[in-house]
């Protein structure tokens, strides 16, 4: 976002891409105050960033920076089907905001369904692991 609002890194490095695979990120959806996740973040966060208010865990807060600021012009934004941390409708959430939001970069939304939280690093032998890490290499590769 920073990048975005600034124009860059710097006159020499640009941020093309982004890859976000299971970010936490949370949002008002139903039942998020009974989550893990949620739990955690009242835990962890000061009092004034507590709650689902804070653009440090809601890109989509009525305070965050536009999504439209995005700074880079592909995404690749992954989220697991049985993740108890942050949900796929989350993910869903936050796409629509992007979309809503004006930003002009090409998103993929991928939801690796029957596979939890982080897979890829738990069980990295796995074909689905295998096929989402390739998938984060074409990315790049496309860069």
């Known amino acids: 976002m920073r990048a975005g609002r600034e124009g860059g890194i710097n006159e020499?490095?640009?941020?093309?891409?982004?890859?976000?695979?299971?970010?936490?990120?949370?949002?008002?959806?139903?039942n998020i105050?009974?989550?893990?996740?949620y739990k955690n973040w009242i835990i962890i966060?000061?009092?004034?960033?507590?709650?689902?208010?804070?653009?440090?865990?809601?890109?989509?807060?009525?305070n965050a920076p536009s999504l439209s600021q995005l700074g880079c012009s592909r995404m690749l934004l992954c989220?697991?089907?049985?993740?108890v941390y942050i949900s796929k409708e989350i993910g869903i959430r936050f796409?629509?905001?992007?979309?809503?939001?004006g930003w002009k970069g090409d998103l993929e939304f991928i939801v690796v369904e029957d596979e939890v939280h982080c897979f890829q690093?738990?069980?990295?032998?796995?074909?689905?692991?295998?096929?989402?890490?390739?998938?984060?290499?074409?990315?790049?590769?496309l860069e």
């Open 79 to 83: 989220f697991t089907g049985k993740d």
């Open 121 to 141: 690093l738990n069980n990295p032998n796995t074909e689905k692991s295998h096929d989402l890490i390739k998938r984060f290499a074409s990315f790049i590769q």
């Open 12 to 30: 020499k490095v640009a941020i093309n891409g982004s890859i976000l695979v299971c970010p936490y990120f949370l949002v008002p959806i139903e």
């Open 33 to 37: 105050e009974e989550s893990g996740a």
């Open 95 to 101: 796409v629509e905001g992007v979309k809503k939001s």
């Open 45 to 62: 966060s000061s009092p004034s960033e507590a709650g689902l208010h804070s653009p440090l865990i809601n890109p989509l807060a009525e």
